[in-house]
Structure formats: C-alpha cells, structure tokens
C-alpha cells in the first residue's frame, strides 16, 4: 500500500484479556518501530525491528508486551492480560533506512481501551 | 520517558500570524525532527534538521536548531486554520544501542482561528 496501515483502529478489550495490534509498513522498508501515546501525551518508544530481527525492547512496559515480525514486513504487537492502565493509542512507524536515522512514516494509529 | 519538552503547551493565534513553537532536550542528539499530528491521526513528518546544521526552511515552516543550548524552534509564517493540530519535536539520539531512537517531546497543541 501506499502508507502504513494498522489494524484494528479501534479495540474495545475487558480487563485480562489478550490483544493483538497489526502494522502493515510500507513495502521496503527496513525498520520498524512501535509507539505507545497516551492521551495529551507524545509518543513513547516500544520496540524497533531492523527487518525481522527486533534490535531493541527496552520501552516495553512489561512481560505481558510482545512484539513480532517474523518475515521482516507485517509486525503484530500482543498485549497479554490487558490492564486499564494499557488504555493508549499505539502507533506503528517504518523507516527505509536502517537504525532510524531517518523520516518515520506513522500509521493511523490502534485505540485500545481497556474496560 | 520523553527528552524534549516543547513551549508553549498551548497556543492560539488568528490566521495569518506567525506561530512560534520551541523544544528543549537533554542529551547530545544525530538529528532533530518536527510532527505534526491532527487529532486522532497519526504523526506526519514536517522536517528534519541535522546536528551540523543550523536552520532549514520547508514551505511555510522555518526550524533552528542551537545545539549548545539543546533547543530548537519551529515557525509558522501565515498561519491558516488547516495549521490546527498538535506539533511534536523529535530528538535522534544513540544511547549505546542498535537504534538510534527517536525520542518525542511533550507536543504543543496549535489553534488557528479562522
């Protein structure tokens, strides 16, 4: 596609429940981060994929957060055992270039309320 | 945890004036970036502007960046209403890992009244 897409927009989750979160980067590129945005607040660091190898995990917030790109396009990031306090907006982002150091082109966006 | 810290938190102006926002951060940075976002949307890339460099102009917008202060503006000249929307800077910096990670600031949310 043209840009990045994310599915679902929109998850309503009850507490303790799992959810998953899907990026679809724009073709090509070779990383790939993850973002988390609270309301008012900027986006906060998740996880970054150089490819399929994920080089950097150190804001996720927890064990229940896990991230994958297993072919190196299509990243899915699972929230295990939700809790309100992961009610946020997370963002994916792509990059041509690798470790960052360019433009990041962001998705829409996935709103996840945890009731 | 967020690095940079963007001036005003709010600002609202009439169209056609100039709006300036400002950013401070902490660490030494490869690169700083400026996003704009409309509510509920996702971050649109403005511009970017290097360590080595001292002022980039795009369009309407017009950044510096004094890397002795760690701070960085970004101006809108003839604001237009579309101009609503939260801008965010974003700061590139190596923290000894494989990612340079691009670190955002707190936003300042703009109003252009039409």
């Known amino acids: 596609g043209a840009g990045v897409s994310q599915s679902p927009r929109y998850k309503v989750a009850k507490r303790g429940q799992d959810v998953a979160l899907r990026c679809d980067p724009i073709?090509?590129?070779?990383?790939l981060f993850w973002y988390q945005q609270a309301l008012g607040q900027g986006p906060e660091f998740l996880t970054y994929?150089?490819?399929?190898?994920?080089?950097?995990k150190s804001g996720l917030p927890s064990d229940r957060f896990f991230a994958e790109r297993p072919e190196g396009s299509v990243s899915t990031l699972k929230i295990q055992r939700t809790q309100q306090e992961d009610s946020a907006v997370y963002l994916c982002?792509?990059?041509?270039?690798?470790?960052?150091?360019?433009?990041?082109?962001f998705g829409e966006g996935s709103r996840l309320t945890v009731l | 945890s967020q690095q940079g810290e963007e001036d005003p938190q709010a600002l609202s102006i009439q169209e056609g004036e100039n709006a300036t926002m400002n950013c401070s951060y902490k660490?030494?940075?490869?690169?700083l970036q400026w996003y704009r976002q409309n509510s509920g949307r996702g971050l649109v890339h403005l511009i970017l502007?290097?360590?080595?460099?001292r002022e980039k102009h795009s369009g309407r917008l017009r950044v510096t960046l004094d890397t002795s202060k760690k701070s960085s503006s970004l101006l809108i000249t003839a604001s237009r209403a579309a101009d609503t929307a939260s801008y965010f800077c974003?700061?590139?910096?190596?923290?000894?890992?494989?990612?340079?990670?691009?670190?955002f600031g707190t936003g300042t949310l703009l109003a252009v009244q039409p």
């Open positions: 982002a792509s990059s041509l270039e690798a470790g960052g150091t360019g433009e990041l082109f």
């Open positions: 073709s090509g590129h070779v990383s």
């Open positions: 994929f150089q490819n399929e190898a994920q080089l950097d």
């Open positions: 660490t030494s940075i490869n690169n």
């Open positions: 502007i290097r360590s080595n460099e």
């Open positions: 974003a700061t590139l910096s190596n923290y000894g890992g494989a990612t340079n990670k691009l670190i």
